[in-house]
Antibody, heavy 124, light 108 residues
Framework: QVQLQPSGPGLVKPSQTLSLTCAIS??????????WNWIRQSPSRGLEWLGR?????????DYAPSVKSRVTINADTSKNHFSLQLNSVTLEDTAVYYC??????????????WGHGILVTVSS | LVLTQSPGTLSLSPGERATLSCRAS???????LAWYQQKPGQAPRLLIY???TRATGIPDRFSGSGSGTDFTLTITRLEPEDFAVYYC??????????FGQGTKVEIK
């Protein structure tokens, strides 16, 4: 049974970098049959997919156009976790952040399971 | 692709039938549509995928149907634990992926 455990600071100052990590148990971050996603939720934007990383003989990442210039998602195989970095945050980046496992192939965008949410507030 | 869910809020009593709609702005091929349930303070949970296949452990009072641009989630007899927000989502092999805005099923 795959379980995801996100962690990271709940408060980030404007213009700084938001950094979160998602620890994986029950699966490998290097699996060829899945991908590792970050999704956020806010009242103004609803559920918003941010990006993913996955391994298919080498590492790949995809990002949402809305954050592409500011986001990096990568994996650490030694710790079996993946991380999110969002640079130059503004108040609009205040949201609950989730990590989630995506499947592969045509099911790549199907998310199951999800980690619990982390509320990240951007405030000075 | 934009997903529009209706109604925004559904007020029903336990034991009643809930019918939630999700309409896509363009045809969804292969019926690659999922439904998620979200309870307060919790992450979304996958209920239905491929429009009508229940995820592991989901009770059979939940069913999905539809194709093309119109999809429906039906809860045949609402249990107290079913009062939550439900989201639809189109998925495939090509990001980005988007969610509907949600339908809240509340106790009448």
């Amino acid at each position: 049974q795959v379980q995801l455990q996100p962690s990271g600071p709940g408060l980030v100052k404007p213009s700084q970098t938001l950094s979160l990590t998602c620890a994986i148990s029950g699966d490998s971050v290097s699996t060829h049959r899945g991908a590792w996603n970050w999704i956020r939720q806010s009242p103004s934007r609803g559920l918003e997919w941010l990006g993913r990383t996955f391994y298919r003989s080498k590492w790949y990442s995809d990002y949402a156009p809305s954050v592409k210039s500011r986001v990096t998602i990568n994996a650490d195989t030694s710790k079996n976790h993946f991380s999110l970095q969002l640079n130059s945050v503004t108040l609009e980046d205040t949201a609950v952040y989730y990590c989630a496992r995506g499947d592969y192939g045509m099911n790549a965008g199907r998310f199951d399971p999800w980690g619990h949410g982390i509320l990240v507030t951007v405030s000075s | 692709l934009v997903l529009t869910q209706s109604p925004g809020t559904l007020s029903l009593s336990p034991g009643e039938r809930a019918t939630l709609s999700c309409r896509a702005s363009q045809t969804i091929s292969g019926r690659y549509l999922a439904w998620y349930q979200q309870k307060p303070g919790q992450a979304p949970r996958l209920l239905i995928y491929e429009a009508s296949t229940r995820a592991t452990g989901i009770p059979d009072r939940f069913s999905g149907s539809g194709s093309g641009t119109d999809f429906t989630l039906t809860i045949t007899r609402l249990e107290p634990e079913d009062f939550a927000v439900y989201y639809c989502q189109h998925y495939d092999d090509s990001p980005p992926w988007t969610f509907g805005q949600g339908t809240k099923v509340e106790i009448k």
